[in-house]
């Protein structure tokens, strides 16, 4: 079973600051998948990776696969962006993917004006 | 196209009683998986559908069960209701049954046992 840690568990930030959030993973994988969750539930895929970097808007997602890690940045920060931001991964050995996601604790993250 | 819909969106439950919830994926979406969100525990696998069969099941006993129909709508039903049952129910739709395959959600179920 993978285990995925994300970090940090809660970030309180200025606007306009730029936010990086850590995962990393235990066990192979195929896929590793962003999401946002905003107050309420809804839940929100931002990127799926399986290699390099993806960039959309001011995200930004690496994974390093050797490392077994990946980082979300957000750049320029805004208020609107408060949410939190779930790691997941399926697939290859960690027993996801076919056999469903596993998920990180969420990374809790506020932006102040 | 219309996103993930699911009903109802909110459910008071007593304990023993059990519950049916309702997942419509995306037009053409053929594959759906369930997941259990709660403060605990976080999210968590349930079970996956694709062209009406169960191809995984997270670790969660038996009275949680699901089923798939022709149209891709699945049902997921909790028999035996706990206090712990109490939890967000999210389901999620993609086009194919590959774990690199973007997954959308739907607005969740959120039910409480009484």
């Known amino acids: 079973k993978n285990e995925v840690e994300q970090s940090p568990q809660n970030l309180t930030a200025q606007e306009g600051e730029f936010i990086t959030i850590n995962c990393s993973y235990s066990?192979?994988?195929?896929?590793l998948h962003w999401l946002q969750q905003h107050p309420g539930g809804g839940i929100v895929s931002l990127f799926m990776l399986s290699s390099g970097k993806k960039k959309h808007g001011r995200l930004i997602a690496t994974i390093n696969i050797q490392e077994k890690h990946s980082s979300l940045h957000i750049t320029a920060s805004h208020p609107r962006d408060s949410a939190v931001y779930i790691c997941a991964v399926g697939g290859g050995d960690s027993g996801g993917g076919a056999d469903g996601l596993t998920f990180g604790k969420g990374t809790h993250l506020i932006i102040q004006p | 196209k219309a996103g993930v819909t699911q009903t109802p969106r909110y459910l008071i439950k007593t304990r023993g009683q059990q519950v049916t919830l309702s997942c419509s994926p995306i037009s053409g979406h053929r594959s759906v998986s369930w997941y259990q969100q709660t403060p605990g525990q976080g999210l968590q696998f349930l079970f996956e559908?694709?062209?009406?069969?169960?191809?995984n099941k997270g670790n969660f006993p038996g009275r949680f069960s699901g089923r798939q129909f022709s149209n891709s709508r699945s049902e997921m039903n909790v028999s035996t209701l706990e206090l712990g049952d109490s939890a967000l129910y999210l389901c999620a739709s993609s086009d194919q049954h590959r774990e690199e395959e973007t997954q959308y959600f739907g607005p969740g179920t959120r039910l409480l046992v009484l």
């Open positions: 559908y694709f062209s009406e069969t169960q191809r």
């Open positions: 066990v192979g994988i195929s896929a």
